[in-house]
């Protein structure tokens, strides 16, 4: 492709400025996404952290679910943190029963697995595809990804403690999703990671 | 093991992801449904709302650990919760039945009319109320991790947010264009440490999530201070003492996310019914003003 991707941050509510900041230093060109025309004009999405439930019922309220999911039909790309991870997974777990998901990411997941805010935590794990370097993960009211199906790529582990062994990060094809937040750290790779599969697709 | 609980960027990070979203007062699970359920971010959980605070008078205190355990059995979202300024006790009470935020708030009667809570020794994330930069600056040393305009709850009047709001994020603006030799003496003039003063120049916001609050009532409250450059808003009394909360609640959330798209917040804005009645913050007797309260 020419030029440089744009990844829009859907911008329902949640950490959107942080991720837009990440992805340009990264060099891709984004933008917060707040309308249907805006979305138009991405070449790839990231839903950020926020709060799932609120994010999802506003998702509802103003119509994305099925543009979303048409849109990750056909092929778009797509990044999501923490409660983007909870937005993009098939099946989740400890939300309340109608909480709607985009879907397509063959994954079931445990809202607030880690407890609740008193209970946040950061912690260094180990992400072989982004290096030996250790990255910096930042965990607010986080889920974890209790079960994956045969599609998806584990990224990284919680790497000791009572939680070793914990998924925090998957690949499945176009869909990319962490349990914590890089966008909360200066630390871009995952969002170097992620604009370099858009770059495959575009 | 190399985790860590209780460090400022996990509280700070938690105001981040409830950015652009609005905060509202319940005092039972069934309003803290109506609250989730029109898309709040979050709840605030305490027995008596700003306004009826303000008609019943006596000393308000932290809200009972039975009642707020019921609202965080009740939703999914965040539950926060308030603490009398200075009462630490309430705190670690507040902290130990695991609530998500706690409010450091003037509309609680103050416990310590000199000390506000040290609360970075707090696993806890707080929130705390300012009217000017140098009041945001001293909690955030204190171990703010969320900083909210004060205006003046119970009064459904928006002009107190607005001075607020508008003195904060003005003298941030002053210290922009200010050089290093200035920032000295805005830090004294400020009443705040050299060194968070000049992370404020350099990076023109506070190093934490600005929401407003005190005496939104309407979408086009919420909208006007969303523009004015707030991170997000609480709603205290103006949802739960209007003719119809629900439509409400849905309506100001709306107008939060969609504050620069005025057509929307007309939409949002229709046949809403009765707003909360509201007082002038000018007829308020200057001692039964809340903003006073905290320095």
């Not at chain 1, 045969?150 to 990224?155: A, D, R």
């Not at chain 2, 205190?61 to 300024?85: F, L, Q, T, Y």
Request: proline share 4%; aromatic share 6%; hydrophobic share 45%.
């Amino acid at each position: 492709m020419s030029g440089a991707p744009f990844v829009g941050v859907l911008a329902l509510q949640g950490d959107v400025r942080e991720h837009v900041e990440a992805l340009e230093t990264v060099g891709a060109r984004s933008g917060a996404v707040r309308t249907l025309e805006e979305f138009r004009g991405c070449d790839a999405v990231v839903v950020p952290g926020g709060e799932s439930t609120t994010m999802s019922r506003l998702a509802l309220i103003d119509g994305w679910f099925e543009p979303l999911r048409e849109a990750r039909s056909a092929g778009m790309p797509m990044f999501g943190t923490c409660a983007g991870m909870i937005m993009l997974a098939d099946q989740v777990l400890d939300a309340r029963p109608d909480q709607e998901t985009i879907g397509g990411l063959d994954v079931v997941v445990r809202r607030n697995a880690f407890g609740r805010q008193v209970d946040s935590f950061e912690t260094d794990i180990s992400v072989p595809v982004l290096g030996a370097e250790a990255f910096h993960a930042v965990f607010i009211r986080a889920p974890w990804v209790e079960s994956v199906g045969s599609g998806v790529e584990v990224l990284a582990e919680i790497s000791d403690g009572d939680r070793a062994g914990t998924i925090v990060a998957i690949r499945h094809g176009g869909l990319l999703a962490t349990s914590f937040h890089p966008e909360l750290t200066s630390d871009v790779r995952f969002h170097r990671y992620f604009v370099d599969m858009v770059r495959e697709t575009v | 093991m190399n985790e860590q609980v209780g460090t400022d960027r996990v509280k700070r990070g938690m105001a981040e992801m409830l950015k652009g979203g609005v905060i509202m007062d319940v005092v039972d699970a069934e309003q803290a449904k109506i609250a989730e359920d029109a898309g709040a971010v979050a709840v605030m959980a305490l027995e008596r709302v700003p306004a009826d605070i303000r008609a019943q008078g006596g000393v308000a205190r932290m809200s009972d650990p039975e009642m707020i355990a019921g609202i965080m059995e009740a939703v999914s979202i965040p539950v926060m919760a308030k603490a009398r300024i200075g009462h630490f006790g309430e705190a670690q009470v507040l902290q130990s039945i695991g609530v998500d935020y706690i409010d450091e708030s003037e509309v609680l009667t103050p416990a310590d009319y000199a000390n506000h809570i040290a609360k970075s020794g707090f696993t806890v994330p707080f929130v705390c109320g300012a009217t000017n930069l140098g009041e945001a600056l001293r909690r955030i040393t204190e171990g703010a991790a969320m900083i909210r305009s004060k205006g003046e709850a119970g009064t459904g009047d928006v002009s107190n947010a607005v001075t607020h709001m508008r003195k904060i994020l003005g003298e941030i603006r002053r210290l922009r264009s200010m050089s290093e030799d200035e920032l000295f003496v805005a830090a004294k003039e400020l009443q705040a440490p050299y060194d968070l003063v000049v992370e404020v120049a350099r990076e023109g916001k506070l190093p934490v999530v600005l929401f407003t609050a005190g005496g939104i009532a309407t979408p086009a409250d919420a909208a006007m201070m969303m523009q004015l450059g707030a991170d997000g808003v609480f709603v205290g009394s103006g949802i739960f003492k209007s003719g119809d909360p629900k439509a409400r609640a849905e309506a100001i959330v709306s107008a939060t996310r969609h504050f620069d798209k005025p057509e929307m917040v007309a939409e949002a804005s229709r046949g809403l019914g009765e707003a909360m009645v509201g007082i002038n913050v000018a007829d308020l007797p200057v001692h039964h003003r809340l903003e006073d309260r905290g320095w």
